[in-house]
């Protein structure tokens, strides 16, 4: 049940940072975006050391490597996605195969799941594809009422390929060493900067001279990093694979922001899938 709640905690703030961070990617170049949220974000796992301990060990430096690399795709995969939009179609898609990746390693690992599990499981699965089903609200992927749209084939392979990204970065922090504390997220962070700070130099002619909203992208790093640390307490008191699964249904929180501020419209299989997103996590509390 604690594994539980903490990924239904890791989820809710991943769907809040995705909202942000797609926000502020829509005022400035999504490097521009990242290059603030990152720092925020190691900023964060830095005041969290004295409370959560760090361990600096191989392990846990190589794994939090690891991750950070993939972070930093995921983080500029995922921003851009978002800016493209609709958010209440892309985010789900982007959930969803960062759910697959790190239930077949849970999986593989020898993890498994009593009755109610086997249930929850795929249920929670099809919740992410039903919340992903049918068009967005808005014009041109930007929000406003009443059109139907489809995503771009540009736009869904960037949610795939930031699916893939995250899931990456899930894995490897679950491979670090438990008694390391926040020193692989620490050092995912650092990595993530550096990359991004690297990137920025190298195309900081093709940027544009747009500034970035420094309040949402520090918001977004800052709830990144919170969901972090509580998928990475998750992983160690529970399996992955419904770790994985629970904090996968993100989109949530990404769909409803969408609908309150930016009046996308919620359809009906979107409705369907939150209440199967409901009755799964229930399952899984039994499991």
């Known amino acids: 049940m604690i594994a539980l709640l903490l990924a239904l905690g890791s989820s809710l703030a991943y769907g809040c940072a995705d909202f942000l961070g797609g926000l502020g990617a829509r005022r400035a170049h999504v490097l521009?975006?990242?290059?603030?949220?990152?720092?925020?974000s190691l900023a964060v796992e830095l005041l969290l050391w004295p409370l959560l301990g760090a361990r600096f060990e191989p392990g846990a430096v190589g794994w939090g490597a690891a991750s950070g690399a993939a972070s930093a795709a995921a983080f500029a995969l995922l921003y851009r996605t978002?800016?493209?939009?609709?958010?209440?179609?892309l985010s789900p898609v982007t959930a969803l195969v960062s759910a697959m990746l790190p239930v077949a390693v849970g999986l593989l690992q020898g993890e498994r799941l009593g009755a109610a599990g086997l249930l929850g499981l795929p249920l929670a699965l099809a919740a992410v594809v039903l919340v992903s089903a049918g068009p967005g609200g808005g014009e041109g992927g930007d929000g406003g009422g009443g059109g139907r749209v489809r995503a771009s084939r540009r736009a869904l392979l960037l949610a795939l390929g930031a699916g893939a990204a995250i899931a990456?970065?899930?894995?490897?922090?679950?491979?670090?060493?438990?008694?390391?504390?926040?020193?692989?997220?620490?050092?995912?962070?650092?990595?993530?900067?550096?990359?991004?700070?690297?990137?920025?130099?190298?195309?900081?002619?093709?940027?544009?001279?747009?500034?970035?909203?420094?309040?949402?992208?520090?918001?977004?790093?800052?709830?990144?990093?919170?969901?972090?640390?509580?998928?990475?307490?998750?992983?160690?008191?529970?399996?992955?694979?419904?770790?994985?699964?629970?904090t996968a249904l993100y989109p949530t929180g990404t769909v409803l922001l969408a609908r309150t501020v930016l009046a996308e419209r919620i359809h009906r299989g979107q409705v369907a899938g939150l209440g199967a997103a409901a009755l799964a996590v229930g399952l899984l509390a039994l499991a």
Do not use: K
């Open 168 to 246: 990456v970065q899930l894995v490897c922090l679950h491979q670090a060493p438990s008694g390391s504390g926040v020193a692989p997220l620490i050092v995912g962070r650092a990595v993530t900067s550096v990359l991004t700070l690297t990137a920025v130099l190298l195309w900081r002619r093709r940027l544009g001279a747009e500034r970035p909203a420094y309040g949402l992208a520090a918001t977004a790093g800052a709830l990144d990093s919170l969901a972090g640390v509580l998928f990475l307490l998750a992983a160690r008191s529970g399996d992955l694979a419904v770790v994985a699964v629970v």
């Open 32 to 40: 521009r975006t990242v290059l603030v949220a990152a720092p925020a």
């Open 82 to 89: 978002l800016a493209i939009g609709p958010m209440n179609v």
